[in-house]
């Protein structure tokens, strides 16, 4: 499995950057800032907050896809150092597909960005 740009698309490609890129005890992925879409479960308004996520998108090879047909599974590891682990959204995506991300109001744990 390997990090691949473009994110979304080459549009986007400027605003990426290259993660962990000066340490060697991780493997380099590209990323794109992306904004965040929560949603009020009371009154279904919707806000969107610039830059509140990260977005990365990955390419399998040949024989990733031969083990995930096989029956393997995909795993996440998150370093959280020590905190509760943030929410993430995983997708299978097409070529220049871009993931839903939605996420309740009260299921956020920090405060809005003044």
């Given at each position: ?10 549009a ?22 992306v ?35 096989a ?15 943030t ?24 405060g809005?960005?003044?």
């Amino acid at each position: 499995m390997q990090s691949i740009s473009p994110v979304y698309s080459e549009a986007e490609v400027p605003m990426e950057k290259t993660l962990a890129l000066d340490q060697p005890q991780f493997k380099p992925v590209i990323s794109l800032p992306v904004s965040i879409e929560i949603i009020n479960p009371k009154t279904f308004q919707r806000k969107l907050l610039p830059n509140w996520g990260v977005a990365l998108r990955f390419e399998f090879s040949d024989e990733d896809r031969a083990a995930i047909a096989a029956g393997g599974s995909l795993v996440l590891t998150e370093i959280v150092f020590g905190k509760q682990m943030t929410p993430i959204n995983l997708q299978i995506c097409m070529p220049g597909e871009k993931p839903v991300f939605q996420m309740a109001e009260h299921d956020m744990q920090q405060g809005e960005p003044n």
